[in-house]
């Protein structure tokens, strides 16, 4: 894992994707969890979870640099 935050305020406001964050895809069809999540939650992260669409959210860890998109329709 490479990303270093090198951020000015400019940078901030941007949607993870634009930030070169790692996307993991959506949650909902990983078989497992990525180890990149499984070692963020265990190093117990602040994650944001924004909705994104109707019925996604994403969760984006700053301090791991990566986001995912979960459905939560059910
Ligand atoms: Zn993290």
Redesign the pocket.
């Given at each position: 894992m490479g990303y270093y935050r090198a951020e000015s305020s400019a940078e901030r406001g941007k949607p993870a994707s634009e930030k070169g964050y790692r996307f993991l895809g959506v949650a909902n069809g990983w078989g497992d969890t990525p180890p990149?999540?499984v070692?963020?939650?265990q190093?117990g992260?602040?994650?944001s979870d924004a909705e994104t669409r109707n019925q996604y959210h994403v969760v984006t860890?700053?301090?791991?640099?990566?986001s995912f998109e979960y459905d939560c329709s059910g």
């Open positions: 990149e999540v070692r963020c939650r190093l992260h602040q994650t860890c700053d301090e791991c640099g990566y």
